[in-house]
């Protein structure tokens, strides 16, 4: 019993890696952090954040096309090799597959939405028009809400999602964290409010 817990567990635990590669790997390339602060600190909404915004999405979704490779593993390791591993290679890149695909119909964003790009850029361009809260407005997006870092004016409330800067806390705590959150932010903010 042991044994056949132990290979579906590491079955699960290899399609969750696997379908999560380019979100874990290619924002944490140091080149595509230059432009950025230091992880926590807060960015300057401006066309790399909207920029990287839009590279997310795409990591995000790419998930699908690499949740290929565990369901076929395990769909061959289910019929010729270990049940039990193919299994959980199967059931965990299956889950991913579903819940992307009902996040169409659901009530739920993704972390990582061109309605957020287009949210963003709507802040940045009043912080350059006559609108502007104040007379050097500078849009920064904190850990709950974009604030003009000139006046301290809230100019969206929108929680930031993990945007694949390295981690303050060490690689091995942020890839962790990357893992349980799966991007989303950990602040979310009341919708009545």
């Known amino acids: 019993m042991w044994v056949e ?14 379908t999560r590669i380019p979100f874990l790997t290619f924002p944490r390339v140091k080149s595509w952090n230059e432009q950025f602060p230091p992880h926590p600190e807060p960015v300057y909404v401006d066309e790399h954040l909207i920029q990287r915004i839009l590279h997310m999405r795409i990591f995000y979704w790419l998930a699908l096309v690499f949740a ?12 010729h090799g270990s049940a039990p591993f193919g299994f959980g290679l199967w059931s965990v890149s299956g889950w ?20 957020l ?12 028009s006559e609108k502007a809260c104040c007379a050097f407005a500078q849009p ?19 929680p930031r999602p993990d945007l694949g800067r390295p981690r303050s806390d060490g690689w091995i705590m942020g890839f962790v964290r990357l893992l349980l959150t799966d991007g989303r932010p950990i602040i979310m903010i009341d919708e009545e409010e």
């Open 68 to 79: 290929i490779i565990p369901l076929t593993f395990g769909w061959v390791s289910l019929g």
């Open 117 to 128: 790009a287009m949210r963003l850029q709507r802040v940045k361009n009043v912080s350059t």
């Open 140 to 158: 920064m997006w904190e850990v709950t809400s974009v604030r003009c870092n000139t006046c301290g004016d809230i100019l969206l409330k929108e």
């Open 96 to 115: 991913l597959v579903l819940s992307r695909i009902t996040s169409f119909i659901s009530s739920e964003e993704p972390p990582f939405t061109k309605q």
């Open 5 to 18: 817990f132990f290979e579906f567990s590491t079955g699960a635990i290899m399609a969750y890696l696997i």
